[in-house]
């Protein structure tokens, strides 16, 4: 029997197929999950082909989380392909250039707003857009850059993961008393489109595979996208409002 066989699952931030979600999706089919993604407006046709390289193509239902529109909507467009969620990721992060690569000195707040919009508040408005479907022993999983240090040029995407790891531990308070679970995976630096809009991500990334006692290779997503699947398993009933580090062991280093 797979990890995640019968279980129901939203899977969010599928762009191409280096996306960590598109990983997280696949090894959850294998898995014996059902899985629905989502996908922003100008973005949905694109997810629709890339949909169609799962194991088993999945639907796609109209997401952007600054849409107050989409997330009134967004139970009723699931419920069309599931009667119920036992599980929804969370793989979405975006904040403008101007605000990342070098520039946190000189940032405006209206991009900073974005970034906070997109990458951190999300979270708490997916998972309220998601509430009616969850059942109760479900799970909410997220994907942050371990947010407890200040690295080279992330700069304000640093300070949205702040936000958005300390929404992870509100929204496990609150959702907790309905059996909903809500972790996160902090990743090591992965070559994807997200990563790769980052000016100067190189330098986020460097001497990493060094640093890590296990190494890390960083067009790797499926370490990531196992401790995902393994989070929105039943095999962590009693985890909540945890941060669970999958970077070869670079967080607990001194240098
Ligand atoms: P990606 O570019 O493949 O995925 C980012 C996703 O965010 C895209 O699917 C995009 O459609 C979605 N998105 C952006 N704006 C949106 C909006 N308004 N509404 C709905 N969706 C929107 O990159 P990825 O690296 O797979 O990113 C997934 C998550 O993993 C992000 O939260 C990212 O911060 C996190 N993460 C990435 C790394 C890395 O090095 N790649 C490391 C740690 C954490």
Redesign the pocket.
């Known amino acids: 029997m797979g990890l995640l066989e019968g279980k129901k699952l939203l899977v ?5 197929d ?5 990983h997280v999706a696949r090894l959850a089919q294998q898995e014996g999950a059902e899985v629905v993604l ?3 407006g100008r ?1 949905t046709r694109l ?1 629709s082909v890339v949909a169609r390289r799962l194991p088993t193509p999945a639907p796609v239902v109209e ?5 107050a529109d989409d997330l009134t909507a967004l139970a009723e467009r699931v419920g069309e392909h599931v009667d119920h969620l036992d599980g929804v990721v ?5 904040a403008p250039q101007s605000v990342m690569g070098g520039n946190f000195l000189s940032g405006q707040w209206e991009d900073v707003a974005t970034a906070v919009h ?2 951190a508040y ?1 979270l708490k408005a997916l998972a309220v857009a998601a509430q009616p479907l969850l059942a109760p022993g479900s799970s909410v999983v ?4 371990d947010a407890r240090y200040a690295w080279p040029v992330y700069d304000w ?1 640093g300070v949205a ?1 702040a936000a ?1 790891e300390s929404t992870a531990r509100y929204l496990a308070r609150d959702l907790g008393p309905q059996g909903v679970r809500v972790n996160l ?11 790769t ?1 980052i000016p100067g ?1 190189e330098q ?1 990334e460097g001497g990493w595979s060094e640093r890590a006692p296990l190494g890390w290779d ?1 067009a790797d ?1 499926e370490p ?1 996208a196992r401790a995902v699947c393994a989070l929105l398993s039943d095999w962590f009933p009693a985890t909540t409002a945890e941060v669970v580090h999958v970077d070869g062991g670079v967080h607990a280093m001194g240098q």
């Open positions: 969010t931030g599928v762009l191409v280096t996306s960590i979600a598109f989502t996908a922003p973005q997810t997401l952007d989380v600054t849409s969370h793989s979405i992060g975006f997109i990458s999300s997220g994907l942050t850059f995407m993961k958005f995976v902090a990743a090591g630096p992965v070559r994807t489109t997200a990563a809009h991500f986020m960083s997503p990531t």
